[in-house]
């Protein structure tokens, strides 16, 4: 069949006036109640998550900090302890064979790259 005839058919069985129906709310009042909902989610969500950061994150933190200091402040009196009953100087590491394993020395020495002779 050529492309003018299947045309010409189509035609022919169209009604000639078609109606077109409507929605009985238009598509743009849909789109803005939607977005509207959208946005009033957003608002509650983001005021959730302000409360949940000012309320519960930040005490956390708060404790957290507190206790890492109290936890820093025992082991500086810890290590003064040592120090004061060894003449000034942290004791010697004692030097077990399962400690400080090295095949090859490191490029800055033979110790780790964060060692501090201070609080080792």
Known sequence: MSFRARNALRAIRRPACQVRSYASTSPRAAYLAETEAVER?????????????????????????????????????????????????LPEVPAYEYLNRRSKPYPWGMNSLFFNPEAS
């Open 41 to 89: 989610h957003a608002a509650e969500t983001t005021d959730l998550w302000r409360k949940i950061s000012y309320f519960v994150c930040l005490p956390a933190i708060a404790v957290c900090v507190a206790w890492v200091y109290n936890s820093e402040v025992e082991h500086k009196h810890h290590l003064d302890h040592l120090r004061a009953e060894n003449d000034g100087k």
